[in-house]
T-cell receptor
Framework: DAGVIQSPRHEVTEMGQEVTLRCKPI?????LFWYRQTMMRGLELLIY????????DSGMPEDRFSAKMPNASFSTLKIQPSEPRDSAVYFC???????????FGDGTRLSIL | GNSVTQMEGPVTLSEEAFLTINCTYT??????LFWYVQYPGEGLQLLLK?????DKGSNKGFEATYRKETTSFHLEKGSVQVSDSAVYFC?????????????FGKGTLLTVNP
């Protein structure tokens, strides 16, 4: 059974550019989560979806960040325009239901120069 | 709001030493509690969980007991191995006890030397 798949694994770009991170959840999982991990702030939940609908986006830092889930097998997290302080590891996770653990992807390491 | 406080690392041990990583939490209601482990270059994996007071979660020789009176969920292992070197995260679920919104501690880096 394939796990959560994220792409790219690494992204280096200049500030001001648009960045798109991608996630494919585990098939059959109805919940999808985007997290950001930094040394200073640890692991933060940015947004989560249930059945492709955003449920809680209170962790999205500002309007430069947006997330979509056009279908059950794909989600994107976009940053436009990107800034150096957005540099972090971004994780996607999914779960089937509320009494099952979240499964994490291997993350995207983002560096904004 | 909910919060999780873990002992700060890094923690460095010799192989076969006893491990304790402290975790305390603040929450309203009755959260579920979790330990996740992150190996270098990978995402987080669930290590163990406990869903109610006095439950003991265990996996791969690791244990943690849900202590409501002390709001704690300390992780222990009797004899660590080099392969246990990783970052360990304590986490709790949201107020409703559901699993789909987690609050994480900042993580504790464990290094085990041969």
């Amino acid at each position: 059974d394939a796990g959560v798949i994220q792409s790219p694994r690494h992204e280096v770009t200049e500030m001001g550019q648009e960045v798109t991170l991608r996630c494919k959840p585990i098939s059959g999982h109805d919940y999808l989560f985007w997290y950001r991990q930094t040394m200073m702030r640890g692991l933060e939940l940015l947004i989560y979806f249930n059945n492709n609908v955003p449920i809680d986006d209170s962790g999205m830092p500002e309007d430069r960040f947006s997330a979509k889930m056009p279908n059950a097998s794909f989600s994107t997290l976009k940053i436009q325009p990107s800034e150096p302080r957005d540099s972090a590891v971004y994780f996607c996770a999914s779960t089937r239901s509320s009494n099952q653990p979240q499964h994490f992807g291997d993350g995207t390491r983002l560096s904004i120069l | 709001g909910n919060s999780v406080t873990q002992m700060e690392g890094p923690v460095t041990l010799s192989e076969e030493a006893f491990l304790t990583i402290n975790c305390t939490y603040t929450a309203t209601g009755y959260p579920s509690l979790f330990w996740y482990v992150q190996y270098p270059g990978e995402g987080l994996q669930l290590l163990l969980k406990a869903t109610k007071a006095d439950d003991k979660g265990s996996n791969k020789g690791f244990e943690a007991t849900y202590r409501k009176e002390t709001t704690s969920f300390h992780l222990e292992k009797g004899s660590v191995q080099v392969s246990d070197s990783a970052v360990y995260f304590c986490a709790l679920s949201d107020i409703g006890g559901s699993n789909y919104k987690l609050t994480f501690g900042k993580g504790t880096l464990l290094t085990v030397n041969p």
